[in-house]
């Protein structure tokens, strides 16, 4: 069965770096988009920022543009997110989702249980 | 100010038929496929269907969307203890070059 587990959450202080990983298992990783979705407490869900099946391209939103990196190694069947110069907002539940195509803009097929990252010094 | 508008509460009683509104755009649901997610209380969100009628295994058919132009709904038929959860839309928008999600709708059942 597919299984995504995410780790690398924890707390950090404003300004500050952190990565999260996502392991897979239970099906051909290497031939599916990948995203990062998260909530903040008590919110709904933003999208973050989504990969195609070979790294080769990658989006993200607005609001992580130019401090969150995608990044995936199809040969541990690890998805990555690099996370620079955090903020307050960014604190929330961090979930990694796995798409239905390989170019990532179908539909979230199976989610993690997610990784809490809380930003606060 | 999520780029998809859902209401944010909706309720029933036990087997009444519900049904939760999500309008967006041209650049979203006009013209691409509409996801929802369920997400009950202290989980992850789950699939719950997606495109016109395309249920995950396990899904109850009391599940159904439909879409018409910019908006889509999803209506929940015989409605039961157990559907009291979170629901969101979700479209990829062409304008954006990324994906939105709806406000979320808390359902409860009375």
């Known amino acids: 069965q597919v299984q995504l587990v995410e780790s690398g959450g924890g707390v950090v202080q404003p300004g500050k770096s952190l990565r999260l990983s996502c392991e897979a298992s239970?099906?051909?990783?290497?031939?599916?988009?990948m995203h990062w979705v998260r909530q903040a407490p008590g919110k709904g869900l933003e999208w973050v920022a989504g990969?195609?099946?070979?790294?080769?391209?990658?989006d993200s939103a607005e609001s992580v543009k130019g401090r969150f990196t995608i990044s995936r190694d199809n040969s541990k069947n690890t998805l990555y997110l690099q996370m620079n110069s955090l903020r307050a907002e960014d604190t929330a539940v961090y979930y990694c989702?796995?798409?239905?195509?390989?170019?990532?803009?179908?539909?979230?097929?199976?989610w993690g249980q997610g990784t809490l990252v809380t930003v606060s010094s | 100010q999520s780029v998809l508008t859902q209401p944010p509460s909706a309720s029933g009683t036990p087997g009444q038929r519900v049904t939760i509104s999500c309008s967006g755009s041209?650049?979203?649901?006009?013209?691409?496929?509409v996801s929802w997610y369920q997400q009950l209380p202290g989980t992850a969100p789950k699939l719950l269907i997606y495109?016109?009628?395309q249920r995950p295994s396990g899904v109850p058919d009391r599940f159904s969307v439909s879409k018409s132009g910019t908006s889509a709904s999803l209506a929940i038929s015989g409605l039961q203890s157990e559907d009291e959860a979170d629901y969101y839309c979700?479209?990829?928008?062409?304008?954006?070059?990324?994906?939105?999600f709806g406000g979320g709708t808390k359902l409860t059942v009375l």
């Open positions: 041209s650049s979203n649901i006009g013209s691409n496929t």
């Open positions: 495109s016109s009628h």
């Open positions: 989702a796995k798409d239905f195509s390989s170019s990532g803009n179908y539909y979230f097929d199976y």
């Open positions: 239970g099906f051909t990783f290497s031939i599916y988009a």
């Open positions: 990969i195609s099946f070979d790294g080769g391209d990658k």
């Open positions: 979700a479209a990829w928008d062409d304008s954006l070059n990324g994906w939105v």
